[in-house]
């Protein structure tokens, strides 16, 4: 048995970044860039007006003849003389002839005359050739978290596809003869499986789709043979149940059998205490807890990180806030606790079912607690630390 | 040009939730119930065991023969006598003659025989019938957001199906001659189209798929078109540009042709200023700015608060958080600042790039600083306010 912060530094260790894969740049959200990207142009890509006004020559002359209207999307090579400015918009070419644009609210126009009441400085709104990003300039580093922001940004610049991490396939595996799914008849001694679609919807949460659900009735037999197919098409295994000492726990076997190399089994911790990580070649098998909340504590705390770590996240716990909390707690357990909780701005409330088995509190809670292990007692409105769940 | 904050009074006052449908409790992350949810079944079903071990009567005895095993999902309506015991598991059914069940490390045991170490309490390691929650008991608020944890919760209820308020479909459409899709070749004086998969990826990002890009040239006649047909087929149109005073800006007329009530034009704000919010029976417009940066500052600050009313959560605007700044900063616009920052456990950064124009700095910012239009400066450590947008 290992101590909670034993299991994470094993857990970052053993888990590699996904290969590299060539995507879309509108199917990106949420995926990190595996190489920094370079702008291909300039932007913006020509002179580009900052206003509706006029375009001229700064010089002697306030007094103009407006040759020409020159909108968002045109390309003018007209020639303009001195005494010529042509109308313009926000985000118009700038023609060559020309180098300073007055806002519209600044003149005075008559028919073709154009009067600048207040004169600008030379070059005044006008946005340089890649004054922005220059052409073969960095956009987004290696490692960037693509948000709605970076999509933009990168679009703007032309580009369709960038490399990035690919997001991992993840089986999960349920485990026991008493599980029925929801929707049948509920026969005498079973009950409803349920951390299938939990697990299924947290991977979801954090944007990893392809997932597939296995149920197997709690035989050796059976239980290494699915194993063996999801090591084999899977990056990720996640095992709900049987992990126990119960004779019928069939999971540890079945995993080792299989060439699973185990690097821990069971935390000092509570909930969740026999979690079992292991890996084969880079493929990683989570054996969580059966309870519904022990296995979605293990999910958060354990199995995340691993999968941010394989999605090229660089941070990858929950980050950690602290808050007051607004009752004294003892932990005579000599564990770490993870209690599930609801904080707001200024404090934080441990919620009053903590049972492994039920996930009613766990639907209400925002976050977790987490007393260490060595910390016998907290006292009301001393800080505690808190894994945020949303 | 009203404040900052009629603004949101505005959104919040003209939005309403969508209607209620009923959807797969598989599908609902991020749905918010529509009703209150009640427990069609005792939980556990059944009288069950917490521990792997075995269950007997509690009495004189002390030694039992071992009659049988019942694993988790096995039932069994065999008479046990006072002086038998059944091997049990975790989650198992106790028959209704025993009361309570030993854990197995208490035990010795011998062939058939069962000689208890170290008595238990009557009833100890038996998980009453209906303990976690009772038939008709309520297990989720109306309200209440769909997290994995609900999902969980709802599935080992045995629910399958659940009323939520509905998703709204959203229009995103593009206007300007100058805009070209990436990917294609780059003429004189057009730049890349970025706001379409920017405002996609940020609906995304908050669950909203049912969506569909639509782009117009600048024309009365195409814009008004184009916008007749987004008002009848989704809940809410939002448009990137064509919203200024320039002359081919014809995207207010369009909306005011199809008959779309104004209910703000212009925020007292910068970037963003001329955002457009209206709305035709139920079905609500944002006219963003056409800047990238000022439209998704638009779309976060306005749109979003707007959608959430619709999705049905209760809290609508972006979460506020303090943080020290660490630099002077001086306003003197008379106007609420949106300022992108980047911001971590102690303090705030300004980033360096604030235009409006481009999308680098949003790339990398984790939030935006509101400063109020009536503060002209902030001073180094001082408390701001932050709007995160992770």
């Given amino acids: 048995m290992i101590q909670v912060a034993e299991a994470l530094n094993l857990i970052a260790e053993n888990s590699c970044k996904m290969p590299i894969t060539k995507i879309k740049v509108d199917k990106s959200l949420g995926y990190v860039l595996a190489e920094a ?5 300039n932007m913006p890509p020509f002179r580009q007006s900052a206003m509706d006004g006029y375009a001229f020559t700064h010089g002697e002359h306030n007094q103009f003849e407006i040759l020409k209207t020159v909108q968002a999307g045109d390309f003018s090579d007209d020639e303009i003389k001195e005494n010529q400015a042509v109308r313009i918009f926000t985000g118009a070419f700038v023609p060559d002839d020309v180098n300073t644009v007055v806002m519209q609210e600044h003149t005075i126009v008559k028919d073709n005359l154009l009067l600048i009441e207040k004169m600008p400085a030379t070059h005044a709104n006008v946005r340089a050739k890649g004054e922005q990003v220059k052409k073969g300039e960095l956009v987004l580093d290696k490692n960037t978290v693509i948000t709605p ?14 490399k990035v991490f690919d997001k991992p396939k993840v089986a999960i595996l349920v ?9 049948k008849k509920l026969p005498k001694g079973k009950i409803y499986e349920s951390n299938s679609l939990m697990l299924e919807a947290a991977l979801k949460a954090v944007g990893i789709k392809k997932t597939s659900i296995f149920k197997i009735k709690d035989s050796l037999k059976k239980t290494k043979i699915v194993i063996e197919s999801c090591l084999s098409n899977f990056d990720v295994v996640l095992i709900s149940g049987g992990i126990s000492v119960g004779d019928y726990d069939y999971v540890k076997e079945a995993l080792l059998k299989n060439g699973v190399t185990e690097l821990f089994y069971k935390i000092n911790q509570k909930p969740g205490k026999p979690l079992f990580f292991g890996k084969k070649e880079n493929k990683l098998v989570f054996a969580l807890p059966g309870n519904p909340a022990s ?4 999910f ?34 000599g564990k770490t606790l993870f209690l599930k909780a609801f904080y707001d701005d200024e404090k934080v409330t441990v919620l009053e079912s903590q049972s492994s088995a039920m996930l009613n509190t766990f639907s209400t809670a925002n976050g977790l607690i987490v007393v260490p292990h060595d910390v016998t ?13 949303n």
């Fill in 37 to 41: 990207v370079y702008s291909p142009i």
């Fill in 149 to 162: 922001a970076a999509i933009g940004f990168l679009a703007c610049l032309g580009i369709t596809k960038i």
């Fill in 175 to 183: 485990t026991g003869n008493e599980l029925v799914s929801a929707g």
């Fill in 295 to 298: 296995s979605l504590t293990c």
């Fill in 300 to 333: 958060y705390v354990y199995a995340l990180p691993a999968l941010k770590k394989l999605m090229g996240f660089e941070a990858i716990h929950l980050p950690e806030i602290k808050r007051k909390i607004n009752s004294d707690f003892e932990n005579t357990s």
């Fill in 377 to 389: 007692e907290v006292k009301m409105h001393q800080e505690v630390v808190i894994l945020p769940l």
